[in-house]
């Protein structure tokens, strides 16, 4: 590795910022990363993948930002941190620039990496808390459907049809049912209200998704350990669940509209 030389040290908006050049005459910048900033690396993982800083927007044409440098594997909460000697790297495109250039070029993406680490993660705001149903709920939407006929329900489930039409026309019984009929009413819920072949694609496609995920952090185990739960839940079809998941994802939906 070529030995660089301080060519510049200042602060811009409180970050330290320094300009380097090595023997061959290729210049480097070094700003700043402060622990409340639009971090330019994951938490979880440490790499550039499935972050809000934008690369692309913080380079110039005459400096390339490159890397991170200084973070830190925290060993008690297993998440990638930032330190006193955590900057972003960039690199002027041309070599054998003359100084004074190279500074006003080093200069310029300073800002822009800046602009980039200030910039707001902007997130989405919901219109209003979304509502995720109880179990009860689930198995009052299901009895209150007229499109329900409480003859065959009663056969699926083994739940009386007496029974059945006591909690269709009182709700509220619901809520001292036995567990065991819940939880059958709200199978029967699931397989209503959501397409299953709609499910399965949405399985497969996890499947792909996650699998990829699990090999790229295999050794990262405070990330592949909950998404190899979720890996396993997709592999033995745990249908019931990726319903439950997609429901979420509704109600969350929902909440932005």
């Excluded at 009052?140 to 009386?160: F, H, M, N, R």
Aim: proline share 3%; with cysteine; net charge negative.
């Amino acid at each position: 590795m070529q030995k660089q030389d301080m060519i510049y040290e200042d602060f811009m908006e409180d970050r330290t910022i320094k300009m380097l050049k090595d023997d061959e005459l290729n210049y480097s910048v070094y700003v700043q990363v402060f622990t409340t900033d639009n971090l330019p690396f994951s938490p979880i993982t440490g790499d550039k993948k499935h972050i809000f800083f934008d690369y692309d927007q913080a380079a110039t044409d005459g400096v390339a930002i490159s890397d991170v440098c200084g973070n830190k594997f925290n060993q008690v909460t297993q998440k990638y941190e930032v330190t006193d000697h955590t900057y972003v790297v960039g690199k002027v495109v041309k070599q054998s620039l003359p100084e004074d250039k190279a500074l006003l070029l080093m200069k310029k993406a300073a800002h822009n990496i800046i602009a980039e680490l200030n910039k707001p993660v902007l997130m989405s705001k919901m219109k209003h808390r979304p509502h995720i149903m109880n179990d009860v709920e689930r198995c009052t939407q299901l009895l209150t459907d007229e499109s329900v006929d409480l003859g065959t329900l009663s056969k699926e489930t083994g739940i009386a049809e007496d029974t059945l039409l006591s909690y269709r026309d009182q709700p509220d019984l619901l809520k001292n049912a036995y567990h065991i009929e819940l939880k059958k009413l709200v199978a029967k819920y699931f397989e209503v209200f959501f397409n299953r072949n709609e499910i399965e694609r949405f399985r497969f496609m996890l499947i792909d998704i996650v699998g990829a995920y699990l090999k790229e952090n295999k050794d990262n185990p405070a990330v592949y350990d909950p998404a190899y739960e979720l890996y396993m839940m997709c592999q033995v079809g745990d249908w019931h669940g990726l319903a439950k998941m997609e429901e979420t994802w509704r109600a969350m939906y929902a909440a932005h509209e």
